[in-house]
C-alpha cells in the first residue's frame, strides 16, 4: 500500500491581550488556504491553529481589564475562536495553552530537555520587554528600549536555563543539511547570521509571577512563555502518547508565522526539540506585515482594520482573495480599500466573474440549458484545454513554497486566455451558421471554468462551490482527482439557471460611504 500522504500546519498561538485583526487573519488564512488545498490534493490534513494564554504580557493585560487571568483569556479566546466561522476557516483543533493537554505537553518536553543535561539553574540579570515576551542584550538596546521599540525592564532573579550556547553548531548544521526549513531565502539568511554570532544560554523559568506551566519537581517556577507556547504544537498532536496523531503528525510539515516571530522559531523551538531527543518541524515560513493605508496598525493610532468590517463591505471570498493575491506572500504590504475594490471589480467581476456568466448564459439560452456535445477539437479549443489541464502541476509548486499570490496569478493566467478565446470563437456568432461548432467551443469554455472552479476552492470556498454548482458537477467530484479529461463534463447534463457569482463594488453605494 502506498505510503499516507500526511499534512500537518500551524498557525501561531494568538497572544488573547486584543481582538483579532486583519494581521492576525491574514497568518490564519494563509494557512487555511494551504490546508483546503492540500485535502483537496488528496492529504489527510491536520490544521491547528489556537491562543496562547499564559505569559506576564496576557497577566497585564487581564489586570488592566480587572478580572482574573482566567476570566480575561476565557473571553478573549473565545473571539479567537469565532473568527473561524467568519473567515471560514477549516482548522481541524483549537488549542488553548491553559488546557491539561497542553501542561502535559510542556511538564513531558522539560523533563526530557533535563534529562538530556541541557537544563540548570542560574541566576539572571538582564533586560526583559514584556511586550516581546523576550531578553534583550544591553547591547541590542536603542535609546534605553528594545530594538523593537518595546519598553524593557531591569529583571533579576533565579531561573532556570536552557544551554542554548552549545546549539549554535547543531543548529547550523540542521539548517545546512535541511534547506526547506526556513523560508523565505531572506529570513534564512537573517538567521542563519544571527546563529552564526554566536548564542547565549537562555532563561526560560520564572519566580516573579504565579500564570503559567509549572516547572516539574519546582513549582515555585513557571516556565518561560515561549516554551509553553512552541510546545503547543506537540501538545495538539497528543504528545507525549506515542500512539494517535502525535505518531501520524509530527514532526509538522509547516509552522507558518509572522516574521517578528521567526527568532522562536527557527532558533529556539528547533534547539528545543534536538536538546529533547525530538525531530523538529520541517518547515518555517514567515510572512511580512500589513501596514494600513501606509500606515503601521497600532492601538495607539486606533488604525486596526478588523476582519468582520472588510467582510460587511467587500464580502467573504472577496477579501479572502484580495489578501492572498494582492501581497507577494513573504513581503510587506499596504492595505488600501482602492486596490481591494480594483481587485473586486477587474479580477473577480470583470475577468472570472464575466467569464462563467457569458458562457453559462450562452450554454442555457443555446444549448437547452444542458452541458453541450463537442465535436473535433481545433488547435484552439486543445491549447485552451492543455492550458487548464497544466494548472494543478504549477498550482501545486507554488502551494508547496507558499507563494499562493503566484499560484493565483497561474489561475488567472487561464481566465485570460479563456477570455481571449471567447472573444476569438465568438461562439454566440455561430448559433444559426455552426450549431455543433458553437457547442464545441462552448463545451470547451465550460470545461476550463471547471478547472478554475476547482482551482480555487482553497482560497474561495464559497464562490467556487456555487460555480461548481452552476456546472452541475457533483459533491464527490470536487477533489483534484476531478481535474483533467477524467472528470469532463458528461454532454447532456442539465444546468440550473445561471447567476452571477462576483458582482462588482459599486462606489456610490451606501457601502463605500464609509471611506475608501
Ligand atoms: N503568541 C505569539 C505567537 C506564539 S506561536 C508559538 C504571538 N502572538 S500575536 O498574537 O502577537 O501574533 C500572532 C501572529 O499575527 C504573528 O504571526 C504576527 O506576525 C501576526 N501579525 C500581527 N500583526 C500583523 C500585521 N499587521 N500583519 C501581518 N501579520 C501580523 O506573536
Known amino acids: 500500500m502506498a505510503a499516507a500522504k500526511r499534512y500537518y500546519l500551524t498557525t501561531p498561538i494568538y497572544y488573547v491581550n486584543d481582538a483579532p485583526h486583519i494581521g492576525h487573519a491574514y497568518t490564519s488564512l494563509a494557512c487555511d488556504a494551504l490546508a483546503r488545498f492540500k485535502r483537496l490534493d488528496g492529504f489527510e490534513v491536520k490544521f491547528l491553529t489556537g491562543t496562547d494564554e499564559h505569559g506576564q504580557k496576557v497577566a497585564k493585560a487581564a489586570e488592566a481589564a480587572g ?25 481541524d483543533d483549537f ?34 520587554a514584556v511586550r516581546d515576551e523576550a531578553f534583550y ?15 524593557v525592564e531591569w529583571f533579576e532573579e533565579e531561573n532556570y536555563f536552557f544551554d542554548l550556547s552549545k546549539w549554535q553548531q547543531p543548529l547550523l548544521d540542521f539548517y545546512e543539511a535541511n534547506p526547506r526549513f526556513l523560508a523565505p531565502r531572506t529570513r534564512r539568511n537573517e538567521i542563519v547570521s544571527f546563529v552564526s554570532s554566536g548564542l547565549r544560554d537562555l532563561s526560560i523559568s ?27 504544537y506537540m501538545s495538539a498532536a497528543g504528545f507525549p502518547e506515542e500512539s494517535g496523531d502525535y505518531a501520524r503528525f509530527w514532526p509538522a510539515d509547516l ?28 518547515r518555517v515560513f514567515a510572512h511580512g506585515w500589513w501596514t494600513n493605508e501606509g500606515q503601521k496598525m497600532s492601538k495607539s493610532l486606533n488604525n486596526f482594520i478588523t476582519p468582520q468590517d472588510l467582510i460587511g463591505r467587500y464580502g467573504l471570498d472577496p477579501v479572502r482573495y484580495f489578501l492572498l493575491r494582492e501581497l507577494p506572500f513573504g513581503q510587506d504590504g499596504n492595505f488600501s480599500h482602492q486596490a481591494m475594490i480594483r481587485r473586486i471589480n477587474t479580477d473577480l467581476a470583470n475577468d472570472l466573474g464575466n467569464l462563467a456568466q457569458r458562457v453559462l448564459t450562452q450554454i442555457n439560452r443555446n444549448c437547452e440549458a444542458k452541458v453541450p ?10 491549447r485552451l484545454l492543455a492550458a487548464a489541464h497544466g494548472m494543478l502541476a504549477r498550482v501545486r509548486a507554488e502551494y508547496d513554497e507558499q507563494q499562493f499570490h503566484r499560484a493565483l496569478e497561474a489561475e488567472w493566467e487561464v481566465v485570460g486566455a479563456a477570455n481571449r478565446y471567447v472573444d476569438e470563437q465568438a461562439p454566440w456568432a455561430l448559433k444559426k451558421t455552426d450549431p455543433a461548432r458553437m457547442a464545441t467551443a462552448l463545451y470547451v469554455l465550460a470545461e476550463t471554468i471547471r478547472h478554475l472552479a476547482l482551482l480555487a476552492q482553497p482560497v474561495m470556498p464559497q464562490s467556487s462551490a456555487r460555480m461548481l454548482d452552476l456546472l452541475a458537477v457533483p459533491e464527490v467530484a470536487r477533489s483534484f482527482a476531478a481535474l483533467g479529461p477524467s472528470g469532463a463534463l458528461k454532454a447532456g447534463t442539465p444546468l440550473p439557471k445561471p447567476e452571477g457569482i462576483f ?14
Open 67 to 91: 478580572v482574573d487571568p482566567q476570566t480575561h483569556t476565557d473571553r478573549v479566546s473565545q473571539h479567537f475562536r469565532d473568527l473561524s466561522p467568519v473567515m471560514n476557516y477549516s482548522n
Open 95 to 128: 488549542i488553548r495553552t491553559t488546557e491539561p493537554r497542553h501542561a502535559r505537553a510542556c511538564q513531558e518536553l522539560w523533563k526530557r530537555m533535563k534529562a538530556n543535561g541541557h537544563i540548570y539553574l542560574g541566576r539572571f540579570a538582564g533586560w526583559y
Open 137 to 151: 542584550d544591553e547591547s541590542e538596546l536603542v535609546d534605553g528600549k528594545a530594538p523593537t521599540g518595546a519598553e
Open 206 to 232: 520564572r519566580t516573579s509571577f504565579k500564570w503559567g506551566v509549572p516547572v516539574p519537581d519546582d513549582p515555585k517556577h513557571i516556565m518561560y512563555v515561549w516554551i509553553d507556547a512552541l510546545t503547543n
Open 255 to 282: 509552522h507558518m508565522v509572522g516574521k517578528d516571530i521567526i527568532r522562536f522559531h527557527t532558533v529556539y523551538w528547533p534547539a528545543f526539540l534536538m536538546a529533547a531527543g525530538l525531530t523538529p518541524p520541517k
Open 373 to 382: 456535445q463537442a465535436g473535433a477539437l481545433t488547435e484552439a479549443d486543445d
Open 503 to 516: 458582482p462588482r463594488h459599486v462606489e456610490d453605494g451606501p457601502a463605500a460611504k464609509a471611506g475608501g
